[in-house]
């Protein structure tokens, strides 16, 4: 699949930003908890998302899809074996493990695949299991966690990082049982909040949501519930950058409720005019001017998942720019798809790089290597001059709803061609 660009369009009118793709996953998984129906709203018709309900499926757990709504229905799991092939195309499904490891005692899965944009190691929640009581085998990609017992001490586990998966995974499996857990050096980002939210609707016991000391008293049972996963906040951003590169106006609706200031607030400092309201926010026309420095951090920090899109609204930024990812090796190895666009960028290490704008871009065939990095590549490609094709579009379609009807209906000159 390949998305065919011709830019220079300004980018005007409302679009709606999507649920949270980050939220979604843990969210899921966490309906596996139990056998009464679970409701989930505002998700995102993503490929990954399907990917995801392939897995349920194949677990025996009843799925309906309705418009943005899932209605879950885990009665009864079927068996406790995460299917190889599916793991192997969504990052995401490591958040099962904790969960069929909390409901069934036991889980078999592999080391989960997804983008390759640096080392994503599954230590920390291995680690992290094993603190729990739970037992840890490995034959080469495969691995089997199980309780021997369900333990009624107290755990305090200190994460290795503040990892966002782990996380939810040690949440998901601690929730049920007679186990105290205190989990120290959690991740905060706003899907970690959306979970713990969903499980207390459900009946769970947890303390310190939104903070990096999280306290779980276990219970016996959880119930069925109905719950709106929050907006995808790299969404909103991806859409200010749009727009502002290219000069547009445009209202981004769908934000209700959002704390959107970490992904909000680096990019007013580029110039970009954001009137913000309580349901949506307005992007102006804006002189753009770079930044000493960018830098990604653990949520309330600039997201890692921005820093793509982030770079290309450098190149068109007046000074100098020093962007920097401490997170993932392989971030910044996209960025020489911009130089070819005509943007002047010079690669510092595997993590930094120097961005020097405004420059002219010009339309390129290029391939789309990752999620963000495609995206990006969409968005640079709006601002260039002349005709684009971003091939493997199909990517950025496993994180982007509707990418091409959004930008369309917001003018601009986007088609989406079958390869």
């Given at each position: 699949m390949k998305y065919i660009i011709n830019g220079g369009h300004r980018l005007e009118g409302t679009?709606?930003?999507s649920g949270n793709k980050n939220s979604v996953f843990p969210?899921?998984?966490?309906?596996?908890?139990?056998?009464?129906?679970?409701i989930l709203e505002n998700i995102?018709?993503?490929?990954?998302?399907?990917v995801l309900i392939q897995i349920l499926k194949k677990l025996g757990v009843a799925v309906e899809e309705n418009v943005s709504t899932l209605k879950i229905k885990a009665s009864a799991i079927r068996h406790f074996n995460l299917p190889e092939d599916l793991m192997l195309k969504l990052r995401g499904s490591i958040v099962l493990v904790g969960a069929l490891l909390g409901r069934e005692g036991k889980v078999n899965f592999y080391h989960p695949g997804g983008d390759i944009i640096g080392r994503r190691s599954i230590e920390t929640h291995a680690g992290g299991f094993k603190a729990l009581g739970a037992v840890l085998k490995r034959s080469g990609s495969k691995f089997s966690l199980s309780f021997a017992e369900h333990s009624s001490l107290t755990c305090d586990i200190f994460l290795s990082e503040a990892s966002v998966t782990a996380t939810e995974n040690l949440i998901l499996a601690a929730v049920l049982g007679r186990r105290v857990?205190?989990?120290?050096?959690?991740a905060k980002e706003p899907h970690v909040s959306d979970l713990c939210k969903m499980l207390v609707q459900m009946g769970a016991n947890?303390?310190?949501?939104?903070t990096d000391t999280i306290r779980i008293t276990g219970v016996e049972n959880l119930h069925g519930t109905k719950f709106r996963i929050g907006a995808d906040y790299i969404e909103v951003g991806t859409y200010v950058v749009a727009c502002a590169i290219t000069g547009g106006e445009v209202i981004i609706e769908g934000i209700e409720g959002a704390f959107l200031a970490p992904a909000l607030a680096p990019l007013k400092s580029f110039g970009i005019k954001i009137e913000e309201g309580k349901d949506s926010i307005k992007v102006f026309p804006s002189k753009l001017k770079s930044i000493d420095k960018l830098v990604t951090n653990t949520w309330p920090g600039f997201p890692t998942d921005l820093m793509s899109v982030a770079i290309v609204l450098a190149t068109q930024s007046k000074g100098v720019s020093l962007c920097h990812d401490w997170m993932y090796e392989g971030r910044m190895f996209f960025v020489d798809k911009l130089i070819t666009m005509g943007a002047k960028i010079t690669l510092a290490d595997p993590h930094r790089v120097l961005v020097y704008g405004p420059d002219k871009l010009r339309?390129?065939?290029l391939e789309t290597p990752d999620i963000r990095a495609g995206m990006?590549?969409?968005?640079a490609a709006l601002a260039a001059k002349g005709k684009s094709i971003i091939n493997q579009a199909q990517l950025i379609e496993r994180g982007y709803e509707d990418v091409v009807y959004k930008l369309k209906s917001l003018g601009a000159d986007i088609e989406r061609v079958e390869a």
């Amino acid at each position: 699949m390949k998305y065919i660009i011709n830019g220079g369009h300004r980018l005007e009118g409302t679009v709606r930003v999507s649920g949270n793709k980050n939220s979604v996953f843990p969210c899921i998984a966490g309906a596996l908890l139990t056998g009464e129906e679970v409701i989930l709203e505002n998700i995102s018709d993503l490929v990954d998302t399907e990917v995801l309900i392939q897995i349920l499926k194949k677990l025996g757990v009843a799925v309906e899809e309705n418009v943005s709504t899932l209605k879950i229905k885990a009665s009864a799991i079927r068996h406790f074996n995460l299917p190889e092939d599916l793991m192997l195309k969504l990052r995401g499904s490591i958040v099962l493990v904790g969960a069929l490891l909390g409901r069934e005692g036991k889980v078999n899965f592999y080391h989960p695949g997804g983008d390759i944009i640096g080392r994503r190691s599954i230590e920390t929640h291995a680690g992290g299991f094993k603190a729990l009581g739970a037992v840890l085998k490995r034959s080469g990609s495969k691995f089997s966690l199980s309780f021997a017992e369900h333990s009624s001490l107290t755990c305090d586990i200190f994460l290795s990082e503040a990892s966002v998966t782990a996380t939810e995974n040690l949440i998901l499996a601690a929730v049920l049982g007679r186990r105290v857990v205190v989990l120290r050096n959690c991740a905060k980002e706003p899907h970690v909040s959306d979970l713990c939210k969903m499980l207390v609707q459900m009946g769970a016991n947890i303390e310190g949501i939104g903070t990096d000391t999280i306290r779980i008293t276990g219970v016996e049972n959880l119930h069925g519930t109905k719950f709106r996963i929050g907006a995808d906040y790299i969404e909103v951003g991806t859409y200010v950058v749009a727009c502002a590169i290219t000069g547009g106006e445009v209202i981004i609706e769908g934000i209700e409720g959002a704390f959107l200031a970490p992904a909000l607030a680096p990019l007013k400092s580029f110039g970009i005019k954001i009137e913000e309201g309580k349901d949506s926010i307005k992007v102006f026309p804006s002189k753009l001017k770079s930044i000493d420095k960018l830098v990604t951090n653990t949520w309330p920090g600039f997201p890692t998942d921005l820093m793509s899109v982030a770079i290309v609204l450098a190149t068109q930024s007046k000074g100098v720019s020093l962007c920097h990812d401490w997170m993932y090796e392989g971030r910044m190895f996209f960025v020489d798809k911009l130089i070819t666009m005509g943007a002047k960028i010079t690669l510092a290490d595997p993590h930094r790089v120097l961005v020097y704008g405004p420059d002219k871009l010009r339309g390129k065939v290029l391939e789309t290597p990752d999620i963000r990095a495609g995206m990006a590549l969409v968005v640079a490609a709006l601002a260039a001059k002349g005709k684009s094709i971003i091939n493997q579009a199909q990517l950025i379609e496993r994180g982007y709803e509707d990418v091409v009807y959004k930008l369309k209906s917001l003018g601009a000159d986007i088609e989406r061609v079958e390869a």
